[in-house]
């Protein structure tokens, strides 16, 4: 059973209840059976080097890529704020 730790922030009227679980990075780090392709809602049936992954709406799934594919024509890329 590997090592984790959680905390919890619970905060009623103020705001939304936060969990966090971590595993122990060294742990992660030492367990090579963790696989992306392995999850249910990835296809990687194309993978080849350079590849990123795309949502599917389709299916629901995130497919790898070596170019990204649009329907409407438009391609707007928004990685969020840091």
């Known amino acids: 059973m590997p090592d984790f730790s ?4 619970v905060k009623t009227s103020q705001g939304p209840q936060q969990d966090t679980v971590a595993l122990a990075s060294d742990q992660a780090a030492q367990n090579s059976s963790l696989q992306l392709k392995l999850l249910g809602d990835v296809d990687t049936t194309s993978l080849n080097d350079g590849a990123i992954l795309q949502y599917r709406s389709s299916d629901g799934k ?4 070596t170019e990204i594919v649009t329907t409407t024509g ?8 840091f």
Do not use: D, M, Y
């Open 62 to 65: 995130f497919v790898t890529r």
């Open 74 to 81: 438009t391609l707007t890329l928004n990685a969020g704020a």
């Open 6 to 9: 959680a905390k919890n922030n």
